[in-house]
């Protein structure tokens, strides 16, 4: 994508969504890193399906550490890959509990030390918490880079690098959920919806749907 495009592109996407959110539903900091775990392999959609319920009864690492692997379980096992994750949760619940005193760290590296934690997930919560200008690259954000010339890469730590330094100042707050609405919704992975597109002016994607 041309530098002159970069602005321009960001403008327009922030001119449609001027104060983009999480689709996941969380009540704190730590439901919010618990649904973010839980959303590895899974829509959005089936994590809010799932601990609607939960969250109404569990809001701490506590009360999580309480609940127990297996009644986790029968909350999250519409969710891909529950048993894992159940197991992840607990004991990132048992981590935060011993070692952060129940907090949740604003903290790259101590997020990612906990279990189930990856770069992703870390820079998705600092960003949507604790307002930290992140990107985290998912399929959807890795796709987007890579098909409109923005920030290409062979892989999704190349792609985070490439955004944090081609993404003006002004738009990094916001640009981890602009960029992922977009791929959701109109640039889609099989068939994107060119037509529909807002920033089609300035995305270098050669093989357009017209």
């Not at 996941?24 to 089936?46: E, F, H, I, R, W």
């Not at 609405?181 to 002016?201: F, M, Q, S």
Request: aromatic fraction near 8%.
């Amino acid at each position: 994508m041309k530098k002159a495009h970069i602005n321009l592109f960001y403008e327009t996407l922030a001119k449609g969504n001027p104060e983009p959110k999480s689709e996941l539903q969380y009540t704190n900091v730590y439901t919010l890193l618990v649904a973010v775990v839980l959303s590895a392999q899974a829509t959005d959609k089936g994590v809010n399906k799932a601990t609607e319920a939960l969250f109404k009864i569990v809001e701490t690492p506590n009360q999580m550490v309480e609940l127990g692997e297996a009644k986790l379980k029968d909350y999250i096992k519409t969710i891909g890959l529950f048993n894992t994750k159940a197991k992840n949760v607990i004991k990132l619940s048992q981590m935060l509990v011993h070692e952060h005193g129940g907090e949740v760290p604003n903290d790259q590296a101590a997020l990612e030390k906990l279990p189930g934690v990856g770069r992703k997930t870390a820079n998705v919560v600092r960003n949507i918490y604790f307002q930290v200008p992140t990107i985290a690259v998912d399929t959807h954000i890795f796709r987007v880079g890579n098909r409109t010339g923005l920030a290409p890469g062979k892989n999704p730590l190349e792609v985070e690098k490439k955004l944090l330094k081609v993404t003006p100042k002004e738009w990094k707050l916001h640009a981890h959920h602009w960029l992922i609405l977009h791929g959701r919704y109109i640039c889609k992975a099989r068939k994107p919806e060119c037509t529909a597109c807002p920033v089609i002016d300035y995305c270098a994607y050669k093989a357009k749907t017209l």
